[in-house]
């Protein structure tokens, strides 16, 4: 698979085996530029497991993985992290003694408080950084609309609140391509709600690219084109949601639930 110039990520016949297991069994697929792609598929499909392949969690067994024409395959998360290539995870990873605003002034790598020699020659050089640093968590905090949660433990707050601060995180640095996987889960409707105009807010105005693992059909069908649909390790289907639900491949493999009942009733 050839990368192209409108191409953000490719990924071509990648496995990952554990043991006996192929979690992934040739995926091969392609994300493009500015695009919000949708990954869905039932439970076991291989979708989280591809996710950490391509951010460097997990090495594949074979095939490769290329970002803006670059092979990155195996490369580690904080290589990938300094690319502009992010990931959240389905538990949000917050410091949870640490205020909201911190949790944000930590992302940013190679901070001059980070050495010594700073610490003690460097201070009005840190403390610059730290005001630089406040303005711009503030400025995201306002984004996501929970400025009112500055000062607030992280691990206080709500689970759906933890995951705006995690989108958050991605909008400290500058960001390319960020992997949203099951933003959804535990969040109420009205977060949701929020997260997905975020999301859409960051792809328009900011030229995020994003790519969204979530079981939510009504979320996917309101943020994502196009949308893939993983079965047993392999890319089953890719197109418009209304596409997917009505492919006979994508059926069978939920089992007659799910995108079934949602395709018969529409």
Sequence with gaps: MTPTQ?????????HKHFGGF?????????????SITGLIGPNGAGKTTLFNV???VLGPTS?????DGE???GLPPHDLFAKGLLRTFQIAHEFSSMTCRENLMMVP?????????NTWFGRRRIADEERALRARADEVLEFLTISHLADNKAGEISGGQKKLLEL????????KIVFLDEVGAGVNRTLLNTIGDAIIRLNKERGYTFVVIEHDMDFIGRLCDPVICMAEGRVLAEGTLDEIKVNEQVIEAYLGTGLKNKAAAG
């Design 168 to 175: 958050g995180r991605t909008m400290m640095v500058d960001a």
């Design 71 to 73: 092979d990155i395959t």
């Design 109 to 117: 790598g190679g901070q001059s408080g980070e050495t010594l020699w």
């Design 63 to 67: 095939g490769t993985v290329t970002m």
């Design 22 to 34: 192929h979690a992934v069994d040739g995926a091969s697929l392609t994300i493009a530029k500015g």
């Design 54 to 56: 391509i951010a460097g």
């Design 6 to 14: 409108t191409d953000m990520i490719v990924v071509d016949d990648v």
